[in-house]
Structures are given as structure tokens and as C-alpha cells.
């Protein structure tokens, strides 16, 4: 890391950011698995079909997406919070400077030119994840924006998968940083580094 001290603003931003995302990306996984409507929907058919009770499948899609709403509204209250942090992460960027090296710097190693990169990539998903969400849960629907749509929760979805992947690799670089070069980085990103 270029600096060895991190403000109360930049530390706060960082742990909630970071909360706000697990929270994202643990309700997208439920949904898009145990959750899952079609999945529900056939344990409900099959559980009735065993006490000789029938239901259409569209019904029983009805009922698997009402059990879901509550645990997937989670995802959408996260994704509130990353959209006011990240406004926030962006003013403390242009007001106290960037906290990591840029990968344009001519004195910059080569792995702090592999963190920067990974750092704008991160900022720019989490970015198009925001907007591509606005878009599918408040934008128009029909017909006339059936292909947009798709695009976009294909753009959501990518992006999503990059920030996990993102998520497990600075997890991973900060363990080897830890015992390896930069010893107390942990402890610098909950007390400061003072």
C-alpha cells in the first residue's frame, strides 16, 4: 500500500463497503440456488404430487417466488447502501487521494501495478452492477426493452462474479501480504496504522 495510515472516513468506508458486498453477493447465491424459483416450485409440485395433490406449475412458481421476496429484498437494500458508500468511497478519493499505487506510475512494481489494475476494475463492476440493478428493478419493461434488459442482467451478473472473484483475491493477497511483506495490514485497516 502507498500509505501506512488510513482515516476513520477511509476505514469506515472500506467495512461497511465490504459488509454491504458479502451481504450482495450471499442473497444473489441463495437466489440463484436454494432459493431458486423453478427449484422451489418443483419441491412444492413433487411434495404435493406425494399427498396426491396437484398444482400448475405457474402457481406453484407464484408460491416459490413470495417465499424468496423477503430473503432477495436484502439483496436490494444492499445494493442501496453500495450506491450511497460508493458516492462517498468516490468524494474521499478526490478529497484524501488514492490509498494504492497507481498502475500507471512509472516506479510502480509490477504487483502494484497488478493491485491497481484489480482496484479500477473492482470500482468500475461494482459501478455497472449499480447501474445495470437501477435499471432492472425501477427501468421500463416490455417488449421494446426485452433485449436491453437481458444485456444488462447479463452485465449484473458478470460483474458480480468479478467482484467475488475480486473479493477472494484481495482475501487471498492480503493473507500472503500479512505474512510475507506487509506485515499489520489487518490491524492498520481497523485501527489505523497510528
Known amino acids: 500500500m502507498a500509505q501506512t495510515h488510513f482515516s476513520l472516513t477511509h476505514r469506515f468506508l472500506h467495512w461497511t463497503i465490504a459488509l454491504s458486498i458479502l451481504l ?16 422451489v416450485a418443483s419441491i412444492i409440485t413433487s411434495s404435493l404430487a406425494e399427498k396426491n395433490m396437484a398444482l400448475a406449475n405457474d402457481d ?50 509490477l504487483n502494484q501495478k497488478f493491485r491497481g489494475w484489480l482496484y479500477i476494475l473492482f470500482y468500475t463492476a461494482v459501478t455497472l452492477i449499480l447501474i445495470a440493478g437501477l435499471f432492472l428493478k425501477f427501468g421500463p419493461r416490455g417488449d421494446d426493452v426485452r433485449e436491453l434488459r ?16 475480486f473479493v477472494a483475491t484481495h482475501l487471498s493477497g492480503v493473507f500472503i501480504g500479512e ?16
Not at 488514492?98 to 506510475?105: A, E, G, R
Request: aromatic fraction near 14%; charged fraction near 15%.
Open 60 to 109: 406453484a412458481q407464484s408460491i416459490a417466488k413470495k417465499i424468496g421476496s423477503p430473503m432477495f429484498q436484502w439483496h436490494f437494500y444492499a445494493g442501496y447502501v453500495l450506491i450511497a458508500l460508493l458516492v462517498l468511497r468516490f468524494i474521499d478519493l478526490f478529497a484524501n487521494g488514492i490509498k494504492f499505487t497507481s498502475p500507471f506510475s512509472r516506479e510502480a512494481t
Open 24 to 39: 450482495a453477493l450471499f442473497t444473489a447465491f441463495l437466489h440463484a440456488t436454494w432459493m431458486d424459483r423453478q427449484e
Open 150 to 165: 437481458t444485456v444488462l442482467r447479463t452485465i449484473h451478473i458478470y460483474c458480480g462474479c468479478f467482484v467475488a472473484l
Open 179 to 194: 505474512n510475507t511483506t506487509d506485515k499489520g495490514i489487518v490491524s492498520k485497516m481497523i485501527n489505523g496504522g497510528k
